[in-house]
C-alpha cells in the first residue's frame, strides 16, 4: 500500500507545482496583452491559484468518485478556517483587530447558506452549478467596482498595481511565459488524476468511503498552500492578508469549484455530509465572528482552540 500514497503525494506536488506555473504565466500573459491589472487579480489569480482544487473536482466527477469532489471543498473550507488559522497563530499573534473584512466575511457567510441550502436537494447538478456561479458573478463585480471606486476616490484611476499582483514579473521574456503556461496546461490534470486514482484505491484498501479521503487527505494537502501563506502573513505581522486569503479562498471553493464541477456532472451529496459536515463548516465559518465583528486577535490560545478543535474534527472522521 506504499506505492499508493506515493502516488497521491506526487500527484499533489504536481498539482500544487502546475497551478503556481499557470498563474505566472497567465498574469504576465494577460497583462503583456493590455489586459488591466484589476481583471487580472480579481479573475486570473483567483482562478489560478484555485486550480488544483478544480481539477480534482471535475476528475472525481468524470471518475464517479463524488465524495472526493465535495469532500475537497467542504474539507479545504474547515481546514482553512481551523488548521490554516490556528497553526499560524501558535507561531506569532495575528493582530486582525487592525483588519476590516465584515463585507467579504458576509459574502462568504451567505455563501455558506447558499451552499448548505443547495446540498439538501440530494445533488449538485447544472441547476445548482448555475446558481452557485451566479452567486461568483455578484461577488466578483462586487469586488471589481469598490476597487474602482477605491481608486477614484484617491485619484488613482490611471495607476495600475501591478506590484501587488501574484506572480507578476515585469522583465520576464515570452518564451518563460509560454513555458509556464505549458507546464500548467500540462501538469494540472497529470497531478489531478494521479492524486484522485490513488486516492480511491486508498479509501478502498481501508474500507473508507471516498468521502472520508476527500475531507481529509486530499482536503488538507490543497489547503498547504494558504497555510503557507499564511504562516508567513502571521510572521510578517499582515493578518489582512492572511484573514482575506481564508476568507477568499472559502468563498470561491463554494461557489467556483463546485459550481463549475456540477456543470461537467452531478455531485451526489452524501447524507453523513447533510448531518454533520456542512454544519462543522459551517460552525467553523461562524467561529471568526469575533475576529471580524469585535476586532478581537487571533492569539496564541485561540491558535490552540483552533488547532484543538480540527484535531478533533479529524479523529471523529477516521473513527
Given at each position: 500500500m506504499l506505492m499508493?500514497?506515493?502516488?497521491?503525494?506526487?500527484?499533489l506536488?504536481?498539482l500544487?507545482?502546475?497551478g503556481d506555473a499557470?498563474?505566472k504565466?497567465?498574469?504576465?500573459?494577460s497583462l503583456?496583452?493590455?489586459?488591466p491589472?484589476?481583471i487580472?487579480?480579481?479573475t486570473?489569480?483567483a482562478?489560478g491559484?484555485?486550480?488544483?482544487?478544480?481539477?480534482?473536482?471535475?476528475?472525481?466527477v468524470?471518475d464517479?468518485?463524488p465524495?472526493?469532489?465535495?469532500?475537497?471543498?467542504?474539507?479545504s473550507?474547515?481546514?482553512?478556517?481551523?488548521m490554516?488559522?490556528?497553526i499560524?497563530?501558535?507561531?506569532a499573534?495575528?493582530?486582525?483587530?487592525?483588519?476590516?473584512?465584515?463585507?467579504?466575511?458576509?459574502f462568504?457567510?451567505?455563501?455558506?447558506?447558499?451552499?448548505?441550502?443547495l446540498a439538501?436537494?440530494?445533488?449538485?447538478d447544472?441547476?445548482?452549478?448555475l446558481v452557485l456561479l451566479?452567486g461568483?458573478?455578484?461577488?466578483?463585480?462586487?469586488?471589481?467596482r469598490?476597487?474602482?471606486?477605491?481608486?477614484?476616490a484617491n485619484?488613482e484611476v490611471?495607476?495600475?498595481?501591478?506590484e501587488?499582483?501574484?506572480?507578476?514579473?515585469?522583465?520576464m521574456p515570452?518564451?518563460?511565459i509560454?513555458?509556464?503556461?505549458v507546464?500548467g496546461?500540462i501538469?494540472?490534470?497529470m497531478?489531478a488524476g494521479?492524486?484522485v486514482?490513488?486516492a480511491?484505491?486508498?479509501a478502498?484498501?481501508?474500507?473508507?468511503?471516498?468521502t472520508?479521503?476527500g475531507?481529509t487527505l486530499?482536503?488538507?494537502?490543497?489547503s498547504l498552500?494558504e497555510?503557507?501563506t499564511?504562516?508567513?502573513a502571521?510572521?510578517r505581522?499582515?493578518?489582512?492578508v492572511a484573514?482575506?486569503?481564508?476568507?477568499?479562498?472559502?468563498?470561491?471553493?463554494l461557489l467556483?469549484?463546485?459550481?463549475i464541477a456540477?456543470?461537467v456532472?452531478?455531485?451526489?451529496?452524501d447524507?453523513?455530509?447533510?448531518t454533520?459536515?456542512?454544519?462543522?463548516?459551517?460552525?467553523?465559518s461562524l467561529?471568526?465572528l469575533p475576529f471580524?465583528?469585535?476586532r478581537?486577535d487571533?492569539t496564541r490560545?485561540w491558535?490552540?482552540?483552533?488547532?484543538g478543535?480540527?484535531?478533533?474534527?479529524m479523529?471523529?472522521?477516521?473513527a
Amino acid at each position: 500500500m506504499l506505492m499508493p500514497w506515493l502516488l497521491s503525494g506526487l500527484g499533489l506536488a504536481i498539482l500544487l507545482l502546475a497551478g503556481d506555473a499557470l498563474v505566472k504565466g497567465a498574469v504576465n500573459l494577460s497583462l503583456r496583452l493590455g489586459v488591466p491589472a484589476l481583471i487580472v487579480s480579481l479573475t486570473i489569480v483567483a482562478f489560478g491559484t484555485s486550480a488544483p482544487e478544480l481539477l480534482i473536482s471535475i476528475k472525481a466527477v468524470l471518475d464517479g468518485a463524488p465524495g472526493i469532489a465535495l469532500g475537497n471543498v467542504v474539507g479545504s473550507n474547515t481546514a482553512n478556517i481551523l488548521m490554516v488559522l490556528g497553526i499560524p497563530a501558535l507561531l506569532a499573534t495575528m493582530h486582525t483587530s487592525e483588519c476590516d473584512t465584515r463585507k467579504t466575511y458576509n459574502f462568504m457567510l451567505a455563501a455558506s447558506v447558499l451552499f448548505i441550502a443547495l446540498a439538501f436537494r440530494g445533488v449538485f447538478d447544472w441547476i445548482a452549478g448555475l446558481v452557485l456561479l451566479a452567486g461568483l458573478a455578484f461577488v466578483l463585480s462586487d469586488a471589481f467596482r469598490d476597487a474602482k471606486n477605491h481608486r477614484r476616490a484617491n485619484g488613482e484611476v490611471t495607476a495600475e498595481p501591478t506590484e501587488e499582483i501574484e506572480g507578476l514579473d515585469p522583465d520576464m521574456p515570452g518564451w518563460r511565459i509560454a513555458v509556464y503556461l505549458v507546464l500548467g496546461l500540462i501538469g494540472l490534470p497529470m497531478g489531478a488524476g494521479l492524486l484522485v486514482d490513488n486516492a480511491t484505491i486508498i479509501a478502498t484498501a481501508y474500507g473508507v468511503s471516498d468521502t472520508v479521503i476527500g475531507l481529509t487527505l486530499v482536503a488538507i494537502g490543497t489547503s498547504l498552500p494558504e497555510l503557507a501563506t499564511t504562516v508567513m502573513a502571521a510572521l510578517r505581522r499582515q493578518a489582512d492578508v492572511a484573514l482575506g486569503n481564508v476568507i477568499g479562498s472559502n468563498m470561491f471553493n463554494l461557489l467556483a469549484i463546485i459550481g463549475i464541477a456540477s456543470l461537467v456532472g452531478p455531485i451526489d451529496v452524501d447524507p453523513e455530509f447533510l448531518t454533520f459536515d456542512l454544519w462543522v463548516m459551517l460552525g467553523a465559518s461562524l467561529l471568526l465572528l469575533p475576529f471580524v465583528y469585535f476586532r478581537m486577535d487571533i492569539t496564541r490560545i485561540w491558535g490552540v482552540v483552533l488547532a484543538g478543535l480540527y484535531g478533533a474534527y479529524m479523529f471523529l472522521i477516521l473513527a
